[in-house]
């Protein structure tokens, strides 16, 4: 665990050190606000929740976490500081989710500071607080899910453009794969076990189920797979590029 947190505050501390961090702070936070306020009609529907808020969330993030994913790797391997970081008293494992770790905790920070517009609804009217406070949770999972795609895609290259690239499609995919317009392309011929899986892939999904107020511990156990599954793999991309 000490490994760990040595490569989560190295790598969280690094992106507070330059200007890239508050960048994309500003961009989250104009987005979030026009999507709920303009593209939302916040206003004209005239209810008091933060339903055009999270509406947009997926669709903000398929674009801004693989901004923050493509770094993460292809970057250290440009650079080559991969090979220095490798030579620590640290294992593969731990250098991975160190620096996972402190990319989730920032987009957490970055969804935090949206708080007042969880603040304006209360003072507008009588939201359902709970629904609200779930709904934040599925989305921080939900970009944790992305993140660890980002991650394994930024391992697979030097360039940061091909990886942001890699990582948009990937998360693209998981998107869409429960969207009626996927499924018709399987239905009449696939049986009806591969129709559940592929519509059990989705983001957009899970992630409606838990901001509608209800936390299932499919949805959990869903996004805690996926995390696992993108992190084991950029273990097994970086074991396999020793020295590329």
Request: hydrophobic share 60%.
């Amino acid at each position: 665990m000490s490994a760990i947190w040595t490569v989560f505050r190295r790598e969280l501390a690094g992106y507070f050190a330059t200007p890239v961090a508050w960048v994309f702070i500003v961009i989250f936070l104009v987005m979030t606000g026009v999507f709920t306020f303009y593209l939302g009609g916040f206003y004209e529907r005239g209810v008091a929740d933060l339903d055009p808020f999270f509406r947009f969330h997926p669709w903000l993030y398929l674009f801004l976490v693989p901004a923050i994913a493509m770094r993460l790797w292809a970057e250290e391997r440009r650079s080559g500081t991969i090979e220095l970081l490798l030579t620590l008293p640290i294992s593969l494992p731990q250098a991975v989710l160190g620096k996972f770790l402190a990319a989730w905790v920032f987009l957490g920070i970055c969804l935090d500071l949206t708080v007042p517009i969880w603040l304006t609804v209360n003072y507008l009217g009588d939201p359902d607080n709970g629904v609200i406070l779930a709904a934040y949770i599925g989305s921080w999972l939900m970009a944790g899910g992305m993140l660890a795609i980002g991650s394994c895609m930024s391992a697979l290259t030097r360039n940061q453009v091909v990886a942001f690239i890699l990582s948009v499609v990937a998360c693209f995919v998981f998107l869409l794969s429960g969207l009626p317009m996927v499924m018709d392309l399987f239905n009449g011929w696939a049986p009806q076990v591969l129709l559940d899986a592929i519509a059990g892939l989705s983001f957009l999904a899970h992630y409606v189920d838990i901001s509608k107020g209800v936390i299932d511990l499919r949805d959990l156990v869903y996004f805690a797979l996926v995390i696992g599954f993108w992190l084991l793999a950029n273990i097994i991309v970086l074991d396999m590029r020793k020295g590329e």
